[in-house]
């Protein structure tokens, strides 16, 4: 009989060891011939990117040795690290972000020395197609050369051979290039580019151009797009028509064109449902061709991903394989696609899916512990009521341990998750980290308040202008909505964010201090102008859009900035940082705890060195998750059952 002990102090075998350990992250599965490869982001080797391939025998090889790390520095976010054929594997070092090639010869034998094939300076590439017509491959390239000016994006072609140097600009000027794809025959190229301050998202161009017998580019012609429609991974049917996600009708749905007419892919899907994703990295895929008549497309419904299967030539449209919800890439191998995916219940692994019965084959897992079921708690799906006279949508989870039952009359506190992005979404497949807080009695809510995607143009356009309002607003609605259902304790609600997320947690914090009991920010913003002068080009002209244009929104700026209203901070707040993270500098984190500091709060700040954009050694995983349950043990008065280093928390009454 299970024995009642009180919320947060529910023994759990999802240790922070185990949430680590699926930190390895499995990605970008790509197809040549009968093998198969994916990248694995493995936090035991310091985050290290490596390259796995398997053969049709089911014998797994790494093909990047230890010192090599499969990963671009591309819009910082990068994605696209890699791509192969006919045996030569080309992929991106992210020590020197050089492009190194490997070719079947040498894999086969063995042991591996990569080959560089561009020099050493200061060039970034990404998201590459191979021209085997050519000798080369086409991709996206960041020029960082010129010290003072923003770096200069384009489109190259670089040889195979490595006799290209840094590589052929086929396109520029525009600020920002991806998806380079060449038609079957290699005649025509296709690509999406956009310009400041747009992101990916907001409105992107699709062009097309005749590829010459030199290679270059001839006859560019504008096809679809513009600063109020985004385009997404354009692409050749086998027959050689143009194929492309657009969001011209709110939702991003599939559309093929002739350049001259463009018509909708003829889906019968519900109206609600899109297939686009956004763009922070580069090569991602929510549809393929697996025979010139069959069509694989995932699409999310209701915060979830599926995958579905059309005949063209019967417009027949079905789902398959409704138990897996696919991440974002595909891979056509015959007569399956290749995914990432992952269930409320099982976390992700490779598997190959047969488009016509569903059957699945598991290629890779992550390793680990396997949790019994009586541990996991099932997200449901939940609408509620918001400002505005509006409605969102966020994931509970509700406390879940077969071991454990809460003291009579007790509800628990309530964990509302802020995404990162902001313009991104949250995820329903089993997250240990999410686990980690729901097996110990906590229930969780992942908000996935307006702005997300998945739920159309419109949706995401609330938060233009709106950044630190409608997201804050729909985070408080949703810990009101919960707590008047009787599913959270009013008074132990806590808010946790990341980057993006990590702003909403700190604006809702300061601006409705009565509401959270306490919040964990991992490196997140707290100042807007600091980020601004502080960013990327990717997201350097961003906020002109989720807030105002700069300098004449200054005012705002400073008002909707968590490093103003420190006064206004009531509750303990724990910070956590990377100390070369360069999306979001240390310096955010600093000023949050230097403030806090000054003004008596109570406040704890964790930095690791070596850490990035986004924690991937194992041991700071481990690290801070165990911190944030020390820290809720402090501010709330319960015991953790687990043994964890404390924290030191300045300001903390009876500490």
Same mark, same amino acid.
């Given at each position: 009989?299970?024995?009642?002990?009180?919320?947060?102090?529910?023994? +759990?075998?999802?240790?922070?060891?185990?949430?680590?350990?699926?930190?390895?992250?499995?990605?970008?599965?790509?197809?040549?011939?009968?093998?198969?490869?994916?990248?694995?982001?493995?936090?035991? #080797?310091?985050?290290?990117?490596?390259?796995?391939?398997?053969?049709?025998?089911?014998?797994?090889?790494?093909?990047?040795?230890?010192?090599?790390?499969?990963?671009?520095?591309?819009? #910082? !976010?990068?994605?696209?690290? !890699?791509?192969?054929?006919?045996?030569?594997?080309?992929?991106?070092?992210?020590?020197?972000?050089?492009?190194?090639?490997?070719?079947?010869?040498?894999?086969?034998?063995?042991?591996?020395?990569?080959?560089?094939?561009?020099?050493?300076?200061?060039?970034?590439?990404?998201?590459?197609?191979?021209?085997?017509? *050519?000798?080369?491959?086409?991709?996206?390239?960041?020029?960082? &050369?010129?010290?003072?000016?923003?770096?200069?994006?384009?489109?190259?072609?670089?040889?195979?051979?490595?006799?290209?140097?840094?590589?052929q600009v086929l396109a520029e000027g525009f600020d920002f290039y991806s998806t380079p794809r060449l038609s079957p025959d290699g005649a025509r190229l296709a690509w999406i580019c956009w310009r400041h301050p747009n992101m990916p998202w907001d409105g992107t161009e699709l062009w097309v151009a005749?590829?010459?017998?030199?290679?270059?580019?001839?006859?560019?012609?504008?096809?679809?797009? +513009?600063?109020?429609?985004?385009?997404?991974?354009?692409?050749? +049917?086998?027959?050689?028509?143009?194929?492309?996600?657009?969001?011209?009708?709110?939702?991003? @749905?599939?559309?093929?064109?002739?350049?001259?007419?463009?018509?909708?892919?003829?889906?019968?899907?519900?109206? #609600?449902?899109?297939?686009? *994703?956004?763009?922070?990295?580069?090569?991602?895929? =929510?549809?393929?061709?697996?025979?010139?008549?069959?069509?694989?497309?995932? !699409? &999310?419904?209701?915060?979830?991903?599926?995958?579905? &299967?059309?005949?063209?030539?019967?417009?027949?449209?079905?789902?398959?394989?409704?138990?897996?919800?696919?991440?974002?890439?595909?891979?056509?191998?015959?007569?399956?696609?290749?995914?990432?995916?992952?269930? %409320? =219940?099982?976390?992700?692994?490779?598997?190959?899916?047969?488009?016509?019965?569903? %059957?699945?084959?598991?290629?890779?897992?992550?390793?680990?512990?396997?949790?019994?079921?009586? !541990?996991? +708690?099932?997200?449901?799906?939940?609408?509620?009521?918001?400002?505005?006279?509006?409605?969102?949508?966020?994931?509970?989870?509700?406390? *879940?341990?077969?071991?454990?039952?809460?003291?009579?009359?007790?509800?628990?506190?309530?964990?509302?998750?802020?995404?990162?992005?902001?313009?991104?979404?949250?995820?329903? =497949?089993?997250?240990?980290?999410?686990?980690?807080?729901?097996?110990?009695?906590?229930?969780? %809510?992942?908000?996935?308040?307006?702005?997300? &995607?998945?739920?159309?143009?419109?949706? *995401?356009?609330?938060?233009?202008?709106?950044?630190?309002?409608?997201?804050?607003?729909?985070?408080?609605?949703?810990?009101?909505?919960l707590a008047a259902q009787g599913l959270a304790d009013p008074a132990r609600l806590v808010i946790r964010g990341g980057s993006a997320g990590g702003f909403t947690t700190l604006a809702a914090l300061t601006g409705y201090p009565e509401v959270f009991k306490a919040g964990a920010s991992y490196y997140?913003?707290?100042?807007?102008?600091?980020?601004?002068?502080?960013?990327?080009k990717f997201e350097a002209r961003c906020l002109d859009i989720l807030v105002g244009p700069y300098p004449e929104a200054k005012a705002l700026y400073e008002a909707r900035s968590p490093i103003h209203a420190v006064d206004r901070l009531s509750c303990p707040l724990i910070l956590f940082q990377g100390?070369?993270?360069?999306?979001?500098?240390?310096?955010?984190?600093?000023?949050?705890?230097?403030?806090?500091?000054?003004?008596?709060?109570?406040?704890?700040?964790?930095?690791?060195?070596?850490?990035?954009?986004?924690?991937?050694?194992?041991?700071?995983?481990? @690290?801070?998750?165990? %911190?944030?349950?020390?820290?809720?043990?402090?501010?709330?008065?319960?015991?953790?059952?687990?043994?964890?280093?404390?924290?030191?928390?300045?300001?903390?009454?009876?500490?």
């Open positions: 009989m299970s024995t009642p002990y009180p919320f947060g102090s529910w023994l +759990s075998p999802i240790t922070a060891q185990v949430a680590a350990t699926q930190g390895l992250r499995l990605g970008a599965p790509s197809v040549d011939g009968t093998d198969i490869y994916w990248l694995e982001g493995r936090p035991a #080797e310091g985050g290290r990117n490596v390259l796995v391939r398997r053969r049709a025998d089911g014998t797994l090889h790494e093909l990047t040795p230890p010192g090599f790390n499969v990963r671009t520095r591309v819009h #910082e !976010y990068g994605g696209g690290a !890699y791509l192969v054929h006919n045996g030569t594997v080309v992929f991106s070092n992210f020590a020197d972000q050089r492009l190194y090639r490997l070719d079947r010869d040498a894999v086969d034998a063995g042991p591996l020395t990569p080959v560089p094939i561009t020099p050493e300076g200061r060039w970034h590439y990404a998201d590459g197609i191979v021209d085997p017509a *050519r000798g080369r491959i086409v991709c996206v390239r960041e020029d960082h &050369t010129v010290e003072g000016r923003e770096c200069v994006n384009a489109l190259v072609g670089v040889p195979l051979d490595g006799s290209g140097g840094a590589g005749d590829v010459d017998s030199t290679g270059a580019l001839t006859q560019a012609r504008h096809v679809a797009g +513009s600063d109020s429609e985004s385009i997404y991974q354009p692409g050749w +049917s086998p027959d050689g028509e143009l194929y492309f996600v657009s969001d011209r009708d709110d939702r991003w @749905r599939l559309y093929r064109g002739r350049e001259s007419e463009i018509l909708p892919v003829p889906l019968a899907l519900p109206a #609600e449902v899109e297939a686009g *994703r956004p763009q922070w990295i580069l090569g991602t895929a =929510t549809w393929m061709f697996t025979s010139p008549t069959r069509l694989v497309v995932s !699409y &999310t419904h209701e915060g979830r991903w599926h995958l579905g &299967t059309a005949e063209l030539a019967t417009g027949v449209f079905r789902e398959f394989a409704p138990e897996l919800e696919p991440s974002a890439w595909l891979a056509p191998a015959g007569d399956e696609v290749v995914v990432v995916a992952g269930s %409320a =219940t099982a976390p992700d692994a490779v598997v190959a899916v047969h488009a016509e019965t569903g %059957a699945t084959r598991v290629l890779r897992a992550v390793p680990g512990a396997s949790i019994d079921a009586g !541990y996991l +708690s099932i997200p449901q799906s939940v609408w509620f009521p918001t400002d505005g006279d509006r409605t969102a949508q966020l994931f509970y989870y509700a406390p *879940r341990n077969r071991d454990c039952v809460p003291v009579a009359g007790e509800r628990p506190p309530l964990i509302v998750i802020s995404h990162g992005g902001p313009v991104a979404a949250a995820d329903s =497949t089993l997250d240990y980290t999410v686990q980690f807080w729901t097996s110990r009695g906590f229930a969780a %809510a992942d908000v996935n308040y307006g702005g997300s &995607t998945g739920f159309g143009r419109a949706y *995401r356009q609330r938060l233009n202008g709106q950044w630190g309002v409608v997201d804050v607003a729909d985070c408080i609605c949703a810990a009101r909505f997140g913003v707290s100042d807007l102008e600091a980020l601004l002068h502080d960013s990327h100390l070369e993270d360069k999306v979001v500098p240390p310096n955010q984190s600093e000023m949050m705890a230097d403030a806090l500091r000054r003004k008596g709060r109570p406040v704890a700040y964790l930095a690791f060195a070596g850490e990035q954009h986004g924690f991937r050694k194992a041991e700071n995983i481990v @690290r801070s998750l165990e %911190a944030e349950l020390y820290f809720y043990g402090a501010v709330f008065g319960f015991a953790p059952a687990d043994r964890i280093e404390p924290v030191v928390i300045d300001n903390l009454p009876g500490r």
